[in-house]
């Protein structure tokens, strides 16, 4: 399983992105789906996850401004900010986590990153 973020940037504060992960393999459909984020110097943190039945749930400090989707037939998983502020400022991870239903151990597989910059 691979994983590829995009649509980092430069973005001044108030403004929006989008990011993206784009996922191989079959196991899309099954997997919960995640975006983090981490500073330099500090630990990564959740930003939101999404079920692989659509359930969401947000970082406090997101919510109301990031929406978490994923399109099953791209196997693909989105963030949306707007609204963004400096503090938001850090790499963004995507991450998938995959859980076997014979062994019931959980795989997770993380992308490279991708970063975003907010200017104030």
């Known amino acids: 399983v691979q994983l590829q973020a995009s649509g980092g940037g430069l973005v001044q504060a108030g403004g929006s992105l989008r990011l993206s992960c784009a996922t191989s393999?079959?196991?899309?459909?099954?997997?919960?789906m995640g975006w983090y984020r981490q500073d330099p110097g500090k630990k990564r943190e959740l930003v939101a996850v999404i079920s692989s039945g659509g359930l969401t749930n947000y970082a406090d400090s997101v919510k109301g401004r990031f929406t978490i989707s994923r399109d099953n037939a791209k196997n693909t998983v989105y963030l949306q900010m707007n609204s963004l502020q400096p503090e938001d400022t850090a790499v963004y991870y995507c991450k998938s986590s995959y859980r076997d239903p014979w062994s019931a151990r959980v795989f997770d597989y993380w992308g490279q990153g991708t970063l975003v910059t907010v200017s104030s």
């Open positions: 393999g079959s196991i899309f459909s099954n997997s919960v």
